[in-house]
């Protein structure tokens, strides 16, 4: 079984800075892309920001130039380093990884965190 694991949230300041981890484990051969995303109350759940095994990201516009994606594959890890963050910003942040291939069997599976609060006060 394959699980991801996030870490970092809580309660800042607009403003503020806070960073995201996101650690894999589990029978895994290998990660291809991670990435974030978040839900807000009453809205649906959008794409944060993605990194490839390779190192190339793609980031929502919304945070592009105050948001850092990043990963250590040694550690199947990803992380989110979140800088000046606004209200608006406020949501469940959760890690994804689209294709884990896993062991035995060597086969794909979709995998999903369970979730990390972030929450900006104005």
């Known amino acids: 079984q394959v699980q991801l694991v996030e870490s970092g949230g809580g309660l800042v300041q607009a403003g503020g800075s806070l960073r995201l981890s996101c650690a894999a484990s589990g029978s895994i051969f290998g990660i291809n892309a991670m990435g974030w995303y978040r839900q807000a109350p009453g809205k649906q759940r959008e794409l944060v920001a993605t990194i490839t095994s390779g190192g190339i990201t793609n980031y929502a516009d919304s945070v592009k130039g105050r948001f850092t994606i990043s990963r250590d594959n040694a550690k199947n890890t990803v992380y989110l380093q979140m800088n000046s963050l606004k209200p608006e910003d406020t949501a469940v942040y959760y890690c994804?990884?689209?294709?884990?291939?896993?062991?035995?069997?060597?086969?794909?599976?979709?995998?999903w965190g369970q979730g990390t609060l972030v929450t900006v006060s104005s």
């Open positions: 994804n990884a689209p294709r884990v291939l896993v062991t035995p069997g060597l086969r794909y599976l979709e995998v």
